[in-house]
C-alpha cells in the first residue's frame, strides 16, 4: 500500500523472483516480498516482516539478498510493520487513488488556493463548497501528494491540518 502511496515509485510487483545460493545452511533460496521501480531508474527489493518474527537464521536471507543487490545496482530493505496510524490513513486515502476522484478540476483549484496557507481540513473543505462534493477531491489531492498532512501523528479527521504541498506531480 506504501509502495503504491510513494510518489516516487513508477511500478512494483509481489515476489518478483527467486534468489538462490548456497549458504550455511547448504542450498537455500528465498522470495523477497517486492521490487519497485523509482522514476530515477533506480531498484528497491524490499521484505516486509515485522521485528517480532526475524529469526536469527534470517540474517543469513537478508545478507545475501543484500549482496545480490548490490551486484545489480538495485537497493535492498527490510521493513517492518507499518505504524496502525499511518496504516489506516493510507488506506482510507488509497480509497481516492482513482482518477474519477479529482475530475472536478474547478474544486481541485479552489481546494489549492484554500489550502495555500494550513488549516483544518473541515474548515477548508467548507469553504470551498458542499463538502460532500469537496471531500473525494481533497481526499484524492492527499492521495496524490498534492495536499499534505500529517498522516502518523493522528487518524485523519475534520480538525487536521491540511496545506499544499511544496511540490505536487504534474
Known amino acids: 500500500m506504501l509502495l503504491d502511496f510513494d510518489p516516487e ?3 512494483f510487483a509481489s515476489q518478483p523472483f527467486w534468489l538462490h545460493w548456497l549458504g550455511e545452511r547448504g542450498s537455500t533460496r528465498h522470495a523477497p516480498d517486492f521490487f519497485a521501480r523509482r522514476g530515477d531508474g ?9 521485528d517480532d518474527r526475524v529469526k536469527p537464521e534470517d540474517a543469513e536471507v537478508f545478507a545475501a539478498m ?3 543487490c548490490e551486484v545489480v545496482g538495485w537497493s535492498f530493505q527490510r521493513v517492518g510493520t507499518l505504524a496502525p496510524v499511518l496504516a489506516a490513513n493510507v488506506r482510507w486515502l488509497s480509497r ?3 482518477p474519477r476522484c479529482g475530475r472536478r ?8 488556493e484554500v489550502f495555500a496557507t494550513p488549516r483544518p481540513l473541515w474548515d477548508g473543505a467548507a469553504a470551498v463548497a458542499d463538502t460532500l462534493v469537496v471531500l473525494p477531491v481533497l481526499d484524492h489531492l ?4 498534492v495536499l499534505v498532512a500529517d498522516l502518523v501523528s493522528a487518524p485523519l479527521g475534520s480538525s487536521s491540518v491540511v496545506c499544499r504541498a511544496a511540490w505536487s506531480p504534474g
Open 42 to 50: 533506480t531498484g528497491v527489493v524490499l521484505d516486509v516482516r515485522a
Open 105 to 112: 478540476e474547478d474544486v481541485a483549484a479552489r481546494l489549492l
Open 9 to 11: 515509485v513508477v511500478g
Open 66 to 68: 543484500a549482496r545480490a
Open 142 to 145: 492527499l492521495w496524490r501528494r
Open 96 to 98: 481516492y487513488r482513482h
